[in-house]
């Protein structure tokens, strides 16, 4: 999610007759570093050189990004909902990172909410938050932050899992299920 300092993108466009561009004719070569493809008259030359420096360890965001904001919340099971479900997910968080997901209840259920994860990697804190907005519960653990509570109505609920310390990337588990209530 949060890329250092310093950031250089480079992209260069070899045409024929331009200094350090190649004639036509077919096939390709390579100039410099860069993958040059000749068709016909001309050649064409992409150099994508992507730099990023600056003393901090980069940290690549997860494929549910951007999920930093309830507004960007990753749905959990689309247009369904988690009434007597499992879903599970393998999510990452950068130093700082936030993730939100949401879920729809129809009914009472019992909720119980998990992230696993390595606690030399840093700290996390799992929450639930109500139709409102409102937190109703979290929880932190040394490797599981799990939230087990009874929702005694339907709606459409948000996890948020916040990175709490740590300098690393924080690989963890997350697995919701909704079990129905006896009447």
Do not use: K, W
């Given at each position: 999610m949060r890329l250092p300092a310093l950031?250089?993108?480079?992209?260069?466009?070899?045409?024929?007759?331009?200094?350090?561009?190649?004639?036509?004719?077919?096939?390709?070569s390579t100039i410099g570093g860069s993958s040059t493809s000749t068709a016909g008259s001309g050649s064409v030359s992409v150099d994508t050189t992507v730099t990023a420096s600056s003393g901090e360890s980069q940290c690549v965001d997860d494929m549910d990004e951007p999920n930093d904001s309830p507004g960007e919340a990753i749905d959990l099971l689309p247009g369904l909902p988690l009434d007597d479900a499992d879903v599970a997910r393998t999510p990452?968080?950068?130093?700082?990172?936030?993730?939100?997901?949401?879920?729809?209840?129809?009914?009472?259920?019992?909720?119980?909410?998990?992230?696993?994860?390595?606690?030399?990697?840093?700290?996390?804190?799992?929450?639930?938050?109500?139709?409102n907005g409102a937190e109703m519960w979290s929880s932190m653990g040394g490797r599981l932050a799990a939230v087990n509570r009874l929702i005694d109505s339907g709606g459409l609920y948000t996890l948020r899992v916040e990175h709490l310390d740590g300098t690393a990337k924080l690989d963890y588990e997350l697995r919701v299920r909704a079990l129905p209530t006896m009447p």
């Open positions: 950031h250089l993108f480079t992209f260069v466009i070899l045409l024929p007759g331009c200094p350090g561009g190649s004639g036509g004719g077919g096939g390709g990452a968080l950068c130093p700082g990172d936030v993730d939100y997901y949401t879920f729809t209840l129809d009914t009472s259920n019992y909720l119980i909410a998990e992230a696993r994860f390595d606690r030399s990697m840093g700290n996390l804190r799992l929450s639930v938050l109500g139709p």
